[in-house]
């Protein structure tokens, strides 16, 4: 069983950087892909993978985020992060760390965290 626990959510104004943490429970946390997914308010049943990393370094960014968004991972603290850089208004959602077992980065995740609300004043 995989548990992820993100942290780092605040308010934070249009332009600021922010860092976001997850930290995972398994003595496997090297051999996981890891992604960070998005909620935006009103879109309850849309979560938009937002970027990934699996373990040997390959990466994903949505257009959205690319050039802004920064993924990496520390296989010694079993943990990902999330760096956010220039932020904009439309960035505000509940951010979720989540992992899976293949190698896939866009592949279906099966491990989410609870979530930590990202909010960015204009």
């Known amino acids: 069983q995989v548990q992820l626990v993100e942290s780092g959510g605040r308010l934070v104004q249009a332009g600021d950087s922010l860092r976001l943490s997850c930290a995972a429970s398994?003595?496997?946390?090297?051999?996981?892909?890891m992604g960070w997914f998005r909620q935006a308010p009103g879109k309850e049943r849309e979560r938009e993978l937002a970027?990934?990393?699996?373990?040997?370094?390959?990466?994903y960014y949505a257009d959205s985020v690319k050039g802004r968004f920064t993924i990496s991972r520390d296989n010694a603290k079993n943990s990902v992060y999330l760096q956010m850089n220039s932020r904009k208004p439309e960035d505000t959602a509940v951010y979720y760390c989540?992992?899976?077992?293949?190698?896939?980065?866009?592949?279906?995740?099966?491990?989410w965290g609870q979530g930590t609300q990202v909010t960015v004043s204009s």
């Open positions: 989540a992992a899976r077992t293949g190698y896939d980065v866009r592949g279906t995740y099966d491990y």
């Open positions: 398994p003595r496997t946390f090297s051999s996981l892909t």
């Open positions: 970027v990934a990393i699996n373990w040997v370094g390959s990466t």
